[in-house]
């Protein structure tokens, strides 16, 4: 059975990725913790800041999986503590941030409790390429 999406055009060859990917963004991001912001730099690089107050550089973890962006936080709960009231949940949170092709993550820093993701956007040069054409069957 076929299915008539926007990138079934006989013009675009190899795109059923960003299908996927169109997908996968509208599945997730429902949740709203932690608070972040998106910055963008003249020179095409970005930022990201997440507020993940209350964690350790050891309770957080960012890496690049799948050409995602993946934050984690987990909290580690302290031991032989009694509260009378406890209004700061130590909570885990996973936030997925899906990167374009020539996306890398340059740097990361936490202070003030603010996580900072530094990504750069690699210069990609324009090529062409010539194919050469044989004659008889293909290999």
Do not use: C
């Not at 050409?67 to 909570?91: D, N, P, S, W």
């Not at 936030?95 to 820093?109: H, K, P, Q």
């Not at 996580?115 to 990609?124: E, F, G, S, W």
């Amino acid at each position: 059975m076929n299915r008539h999406t926007s990138f079934a055009s006989p013009y675009l060859l190899g795109f059923e990725h960003l299908e996927r990917l169109l997908e996968r963004t509208a599945r997730g991001g429902s949740d709203a913790y932690p608070p972040y912001n998106i910055e963008t730099f003249d020179d095409g690089s970005l930022r990201i800041i997440l507020a993940v107050a209350g964690f350790s550089k050891e309770e957080l973890s960012v890496s690049e999986e799948d050409r995602q962006l993946v934050v984690r936080g987990k909290q580690i709960e302290a031991e032989g503590k009694t509260f009378l009231h406890r209004g700061i949940a130590a909570r885990q949170f996973l936030r997925s941030f899906v990167l374009a092709d020539g996306i890398e993550v340059t740097a990361a820093a936490l202070e003030n409790g603010l996580l900072t993701i530094d990504l750069a956007r690699k210069q990609v040069q324009p090529s062409v390429r010539v194919v050469k054409i044989s004659t008889g069957d293909m290999p």
